[in-house]
């Protein structure tokens, strides 16, 4: 239970992040050029959608294809709607980074989750809690870095 | 028998990826953003995943901490090549390598130890290696 409550702050963190950085952005929309709006919509909707989809892969283990369905979409929304700040290229960067992100986040979800079906040894299905929380709270570090990374880019 | 040569084979990548670093080190002022974007985006997404798919083969025991390594070694392959032109270029190889450097690892392992295709993925980051010094010469 606690788990799962972990999990859902973590998302919960995701979501924030993604959104006050979105708020920056639309703050200062006009200040900066396609090419600048492009290269952030690639990063910023890859990394959300990796982590997000990874995360309700570890919340919800049942229902795979679906929530599979559902993120992919979901993430294909985030690109477009951090693309559609700037033009129709940065739209297209950021659709295409955010669906390439979550279906990788769905793949890394059910391989920890499921060890055997990239064969890895045994010794993994006693460790699936400790792999949760270890690859949980790496992919939540790594949003962390690169929106940090993204909005110290605004001021060079 | 073979899997005691992967680390060797790791440094040699090690190495003409450092070549190739250096070669371009030095004509870096005569190379545009658009071709830096597309440098920095194969350099740190194929390093990342011929790094994995060795890391994994070599300790097929130890998925986390290999997939966290690799993903460092990604962002760090990218960062720095991009870092040679722009902050944008920086921006655009971080990303690459950190999404190929997360799925690398999975690959590896689906492989199972298979050395075919460790053979095949390092004939195609040597191609492209010599590619990236083409057609940054051909500028």
Partial sequence: MSMTMYLLCLFFLTSLIGFLIYKVFYKKRLLYNDRFGMIMAMSCSGIISLNSSMLSQFIISDHLFFLMILTVVLGGVVGIVFGSLVKYQSLLAGFLHGIVGSLTGNMIGIVVEDPSICSLPASYFSMIDQNILIFSAFGTLLVMITISIVYYSLRV | ?139
């Fill in chain 2, 1 to 139: 028998m073979i899997a005691s040569y992967l680390g060797y084979l790791f440094y040699g990548n090690l190495l003409i990826l450092t070549l190739t670093f250096m070669y371009l080190f030095h004509i870096r002022k005569l190379i545009g953003f658009q071709l830096g974007m597309n440098i920095s985006t194969m350099a740190g997404g194929f390093t990342a995943i011929v790094t994995g798919v060795i890391l994994i083969y070599q300790f097929p025991l130890k998925f986390v901490i290999v997939t966290i390594v690799t993903t460092l070694i990604g962002m760090i392959v990218g960062g720095l090549f991009g870092s040679l032109f722009d902050y944008q270029t920086l921006l655009t190889g971080y990303g690459n390598g950190l999404m190929m450097g997360i799925m690398s690892p999975m690959i590896g392992a689906a492989a199972k130890n298979n050395y075919v295709f460790l053979t095949f993925l390092e004939g195609i980051f040597i191609v492209s290696l010599f590619l990236l010094v083409l057609s940054s010469k051909r500028t």
